[in-house]
């Protein structure tokens, strides 16, 4: 093991200036990282490379499309895909920092903690430079770390990201400072970040002002021994459902004090004579501010859910193409991606992450936007557009995972194919930076505010815009000639397709301000609220697709390849037609629909689910994971044994079942519960006299 | 560790006959639940027992409606109390038997084998024998046994439910065999079911006649050195994503020999002078009555998926009453389930619950009629309906687990609480004793059947009995009177109820029925059945739908207590008009709803969660859980801090987490991920000069 180098190094020098206090609390902080007396920092740096050539090969498709992988891939990752690869290429090279599949929670957190100093050390990614450089290339790390294993990417996330968010400007004003929330029992960081309300001294009565809450960075552990400093008392979270290698825990204070530097001065400061001084007047809007910085957090994890969502159908996808199962009486099994019910529970999902990759590349664009910019109207947009994404694609990612397990049967109960895995660290995206339920009452919050502003002749900001003219379509009833239209070209029409998004939001937008201002009579703003939740959860999930559908209409028509931009457009289609299915009854309610043209939406998403089944190879191809990101034997670009057998030698983490298995039969049964009955095709045991 | 008794003395002696080569193999068969040499078998026998006088606080409820909690619980649990009583009892008494939050893969598997050892040697429960004489009262064990650890569910199971349904007419016949589905490389049977192709020498060309697949006893490990015997190939299925206390396995097999005897002659034997009888004719009659003896196993696995959803809802019911957050402005936090997004999460599932529950007990019901009876319309009834419950109740139970977790927030994501092993041990329901998607098709499948057989002037059977009436409704079109009926007392009135239900599966009957006609001409039957698979999948789900409201129903009025009835009839109400309003779509579609009255099913479905909400403490406490059974510490009946520390010290596994930060904080906040900022109702920190 190597003496642990000062993680100051990643630091840009031209950020650095000359303060004292500055100066002094940067050489303590920036032991953060330092793993404690008697534990491990980085890990050896000449682990075997096992570079794979893969074959990249595009191949045509059927039914009136194609897709050329090279170009759809470039068209999807753009620019970041170097960096990607280097992370990639960097832990492929390691094996010794592969999570193993059976871990304990303490060796989870070991390995984690030296994944992230090689990852920054050995490998040369600098997370903490990125996110202020260049934020997308950030989040293009965070996603490819998290691949490698959601815990390494969480614990990256709370070291860099938060730091990123909190003090920005902080760090503008050459105050640097390290924000620690791993806080478990065998945590690395020395330091907190601690939200509490700042009370100074005064001669009245009282004796204290209260200036309302703020950040402190708190030393918490001795720089030496790594002991609990007096009044600070540690709690573990212990084992969880996923992420355990994330040292989780619980702090508690008594009396602890602090000096006067050590208060995040971004949103108020202190003078050495006890001076409060603030650019927000008040302290609800101190408050807002400080929590309004999380924001940078919601980006991360909508844009990584993306990153998690392709990884499962990828193994889902290849899984239904390798395996096979029945067929016409006499003719070989087809594949069970040919089957009807197997499409429709995974080509929406394939559409849907093509959808939500456009609609988080443009949520990361405008948040670069607004950390150059500091413009007041896109940083509201990505206040409210970063909540409901990640509300809507984390929500959506962990329901497909369940999904994706079930769809490869018995295989996919094997936790070498990884959904376990996914689903149990994913899971919790749901719940943190925000809850998916709260944040979408923000999205809505937001939403009423604007058509308030709107009837009193103020503009709309830019996400909302579409509803001016959408909100006067409402106001009149729906056509009852188009309501009827049920020809192909007009249903894959985008007009019409966001038509119907936003005409189903301007509705219930337009129906919950009248319930609301009508139950707010006799029980209040909050029981309105209340009453009325289910309705403002619909209308801000209406909204979040009308927004994903715009974008990804957008990405499909900028495309300059035009078999690119058609096989696109049939992904759109089938993600714009499914979602007005699977809404058919608001629809069908107000009469925008008339049931021949439900009908005919019912017709064309099953067979648009065909078309791409017929493309659906190449499409994950497109998303670029090389095997030993995806890892999962079922789910390899190139399926067969030898090559599995190269490939087990190299990475694959709990081979016996995977290999072996699928080796020793072939194909296995999906209900490889009943391992017995799938004897039958092999076995043959004869009868003799007993 | 003591030695293992012989196992044998658990099989009735009433039921030994004496024949030979049955003996003979009994001897030996009896065998296979020893431990192999230098592994444990039982545990010590003398735990500390921790017997908790728990409560039980009958609680008026608000809303109309009340529920006196004994009442309840007598109702739901009928006579199998006790003996599910006595497993958590023993269970309770024995901490060292108590699954561990972290535990690897091979010290799992070797307590689920120390565990299954104790419940039967110690505790004295009797799976075998229950499994003959009273199969309720066995399935009642097994959902008791899966509420301790899945695993050890699982692993009873495949020792002896295998063993009853493959074997029952065999066992008549005085030849009793036992079953090994446990097979991985740590297993602890000595013997394998083997299905395979029976031949049998003939003196034509060939050489042989193909008789079909039979099931052989295959000994594969040498009883003294647990050794594998020559020609079997055993390879673990290694790490899962849950269950890894259950040792699965693949087999192979190279030219392995077995006396006559072992082969399992219900459907066929074979005489010393190497003669073939059966009572069935062909191949593939005798396949699908070997197939059909898997009856048993879909059964068990719906019922006890009822079980883990009862376990789920508990603890996010009972955590959401606790759990306060915001509130009217200056006035107490309210909880959490009484806002209406909580109530729309668990109120319908709560609801769920209820219904599955009478509907797996009607299931094993006519199981164990068909098991008395042999009567061959009963046992397409159980064969279609097992199919069809476990495949919808176990689908709607996976997903159930992470709206529970979500709904808990941080706390549902420590594993202490529970919903992640429930999860990943469950979770493979949905695939093993045959896939959702294919037993929904069998269901289907059976459905045409009959619809044709109705046509042809047969009858139908049990089950589908209702579709003779509604049919007719179908081929009239819909009341445009009855349309538009929008009252309270119509839409709770169970004939509307039914009605809507079985108008849905009519409808999808005859639709489906005219489109695989249509298709089966160009495309053949195969295709045709894959080009309308979609829509088999939905008619199978609204049969089962149709079903499980019946029985509700059903249940509701055979309630003798008024008070538990009209409570059951809530909940009832809830079950229904939330599946109806799901649906809103099909029944707006063909104007079977208008528009007037899908609002009032809407409003009235929010309105019955609010009522079912006022008393879900007292419809979970009715499930009669103990505290040491559902041990999640944010699930106890009686939560508080006194409570849980003395709780602790007896069986609360990972009682470092969920203790200490519960006790340290009070109620900490659902995004646990941040506790600094939760620490801001705690903490102040005063600021000194520097």
């Avoid at 968010?165 to 601690?194: C, E, M, P, W, Y």
């Avoid at 979270?237 to 208060?263: H, I």
């Avoid at 900001?461 to 009833?477: A, F, I």
């Amino acid at each position: 093991m190597q003496n642990p180098r000062n993680p100051t190094e990643e630091i840009e020098p031209d950020l650095d200036h000359d303060l004292d206090a500055a100066a002094r609390r940067m050489g303590r902080l920036s032991l953060h990282l330092a793993p404690p007396p008697g534990r491990g920092g980085g890990g050896g740096g000449d682990g075997a490379a096992a570079v794979l050539g893969m074959e990249r090969c595009a191949r045509g498709g059927k039914g009136g499309v194609s897709v050329e992988r090279s170009a759809m891939s470039e068209y999807m990752r753009g620019k970041h895909t170097e960096i990607q690869e280097r992370v990639f290429e960097y832990f492929n090279s390691r094996p010794d920092l592969q999570t193993p599949l059976e871990i304990s929670k303490s060796e989870h957190r070991e390995l984690c903690m030296r994944q992230l100093l090689g990852l920054v050390r050995e490998a040369g990614i600098r997370p903490f430079r990125y996110a202020f450089e260049d934020p997308w290339k950030y989040f293009a790390v965070a996603e490819a770390v998290g691949s490698i294993d959601m815990s390494l990417g969480i614990k990256m996330g709370v070291q860099y990201r938060a730091m990123i968010n909190h003090n920005s400007n902080v760090i503008a004003d050459s105050i640097r400072k390290l924000i620690v929330q791993s806080l478990g029992r065998f945590f690395h960081g020395k330091f907190a970040t601690v939200f509490a309300k700042l009370l100074l001294p005064t001669h009245d009565e009282k004796g204290f002002a209260d200036m309302g809450v703020h950040a402190f960075i708190v030393p918490i552990r001795d720089m030496k021994t790594h002991q609990t400093l007096p009044g600070i008392e540690i709690h573990d979270c212990g084992y969880k459902v996923g992420l355990n290698g994330v040292d989780n825990g619980a702090l508690k204070f008594s009396s602890v004090r602090v000096p006067r530097e050590n208060l995040l001065n971004r949103f108020g400061d202190v003078s050495r004579d006890g001076k409060y001084t603030s650019s927000l007047p008040t302290i609800g809007k101190r408050f807002a501010a400080t929590l309004g910085e999380l924001v940078g957090g919601r980006v991360g994890l909508a844009y990584s859910s993306v990153g998690v969502l392709k990884i499962s159908v990828t193994i889902a996808v290849r899984y239904s193409l390798l395996r096979q199962q029945f067929g016409p009486p006499k003719q070989p099994e087809i594949s069970i991606l040919d089957y009807q019910s197997q499409q429709h529970k995974l080509m929406p999902m394939l559409a849907s992450t093509y959808a939500f990759h456009f609609a988080t590349s443009y949520l990361v664009e405008i948040y670069s936007e607004m950390k150059k910019s500091h413009d007041e109207e896109v940083a509201g947009d990505v206040h409210s557009l970063s909540a409901g994404l990640k509300a809507y694609i984390t929500s959506y990612t962990a329901k497909s995972l369940s999904v994706c397990r079930e769809a490869c049967g018995g295989h996919g109960y094997a936790a070498v194919n990884r959904f376990g895995s996914l689903r149990n660290d994913h899971d919790i995206f749901q719940t943190f930076e925000g809850d998916n339920t709260v944040l979408l009452q923000q999205v809505v919050g937001d939403l009423l505010k604007q058509y308030k502003k709107k009837f009193e002749g103020g503009t709309l900001s830019v996400t909302w815009n579409y509803l001016r003219e959408s909100m006067g379509t409402y106001l009149s009833q729906p056509n009852p000639v188009t309501a009827r239209w049920e020809g192909e070209d007009h249903l894959r029409d985008p007009s019409f397709q966001l038509d119907a998004f936003r005409y189903r939001t301007s509705r219930l937008l337009h129906s919950v301000v009248l319930r609301l201002r009508k139950h707010s009579k006799n029980l209040g703003a909050f029981g309105a609220w209340n009453r009325c939740l289910n309705h403002l959860l619909t209308l801000a999930e209406s909204h979040i697709e009308s927004v994903i559908l715009a974008k990804f209409i957008e990405a499909v028509q900028s495309c300059p390849d035009k078999n690119t931009r058609d096989a696109l457009k049939l992904v759109c289609d089938l993600y714009a037609l499914d979602r007005i299915w699977n809404d058919i009854g608001t629809y069908r309610n107000v009469d925008y629909v008339a049931p021949n043209k439900a009908k005919a939406i019912h017709k064309l998403t099953d067979y648009l689910c065909y078309q791409v089944r017929s493309v659906a190879r190449e499409l994950v191809d497109a998303f670029e994971l090389p095997d030993h990101v995806t890892r999962a034997p079922i789910g390899l670009q190139s399926f067969n044994s030898s090559r599995l057998s190269m490939l087990s030698a190299s990475f694959l983490p709990g081979k016996a079942y995977a290999l072996e298995t699928l080796n020793l039969f072939g194909e296995v049964s999906s209900s490889y519960s009943n391992p017995a009955i799938e004897n039958v095709k092999q076995s043959v045991i004869r009868i003799s006299e007993s």
